[in-house]
């Protein structure tokens, strides 16, 4: 990682803040995960509404909770924690665009990567990650959603049938 001396100003770029914005994300993307494992693991669906933790629906397909949690827990959980450890290669990445060193796209068009790259000196980087971390945080809560209101009785309490 380069020194501090030689890294450009970045105006709206608080490497630490963000560090933390992203640590915060996904230690809540790890506890979704965990209650979401635990749940099914631990709670016997045999007398509810998702035999199996299997889900039915209208057409009689069936799809699976576990591969649910997989796919909408489990993976972004394991992306996010990889950029939360690695966190320093990605500052590297984003004080080389403000250099001019780095290119995302090195084989995209030059126009096309010229046109729709953003102003790093601009680019609201502390905002942009507060947002995202808070979206990919609620995005790992879709499968205890999908629990909560195909397998248990969370709507009828709230008048839906």
Known sequence: MQSTDERPSLPYFDPEFCRKVIQCAAASCVV???AAVLILGLVDPSNGRC??????????????????????????????????????????????????TYRPFPNAAPKLRERYQPDPL??????????????????????????????MSLPHYFGYN
């Not at 502390?126 to 499968?143: E, L």
């Open 32 to 34: 979704w995960l965990v």
């Open 51 to 100: 035999p199996g933790w299997i889900i039915y629906s209208t057409n009689g397909q069936a799809s699976s909770l576990w591969l649910f949690v997989g796919l909408f827990a489990a993976l972004p959980t394991i992306w996010i924690c990889y950029n939360a450890i690695w966190w320093d290669r990605f500052v590297t990445k984003v004080y080389e665009s403000a250099k001019g």
């Open 122 to 151: 601009i680019f609201p980087y502390n905002f942009t990650f507060v947002v995202v971390s808070v979206g990919w945080s609620f995005f790992c809560t879709i499968p205890l959603w999908v629990m909560l209101s195909h397998c």
